[in-house]
């Protein structure tokens, strides 16, 4: 089995967050294939083109021998154990797990597009992704989200 780095942002902002984010840190080291090289530390941040409370978000850098789309399938049944409900487009949520990148993969699907098309756009993205692996970061691109309100915890 050949293991690539993938980077998953991890957020909440329903119900006791921060241990959500936490709690799906674990379970992401459990998956199959799966482990959990690198975790960020966790921020609060706005929510970005949405509503409701805070958000508290970190990254994590998985060594997987899984493919993009089956990870995408754990991170998704990740979503719903915890009870992730998607009743309009970024509503606030119990966790979210996004898959920001996966090894050197381009791919535009109707189920995943890798690297993820907005997380250029998301300081809750890029802090903490700098944090794990400051290579995939520009200062430039952190530059460009500045104005976005976050707190590293």
Do not use: K, W
Not at 3 to 9: N, Y
Not at 102 to 113: E, K, N
């Amino acid at each position: 089995m050949s293991l690539r780095s993938a980077f998953v942002a991890v957020g909440a902002n329903l119900g006791e967050a921060r241990a959500a984010v936490l709690q799906a840190m674990d379970a992401l080291d459990a998956l199959p294939q799966t482990r959990v090289a690198r975790r960020s530390s966790l921020y609060r941040s706005a929510p970005v083109d949405a509503g409701g409370p805070d958000f508290i978000n970190a990254v994590v850098e998985l060594e997987t021998g899984l493919a993009p789309l089956a990870l995408l399938a754990e991170l998704q049944r990740l979503e719903a154990e915890a009870g992730r409900e998607r009743p309009y487009r970024n509503a606030p949520r119990t966790l979210d797990l996004d898959l920001l990148c996966h090894g050197d993969t381009v791919l535009d699907s109707a189920t995943l597009t890798l690297p993820h098309p907005r997380m250029n756009e998301r300081a809750f993205v890029l802090l903490p992704l700098a944090e794990v692996a400051p290579a995939q970061v520009t200062a430039h691109q952190l530059a460009q989200v500045a104005g976005q309100r976050i707190e590293r915890l």
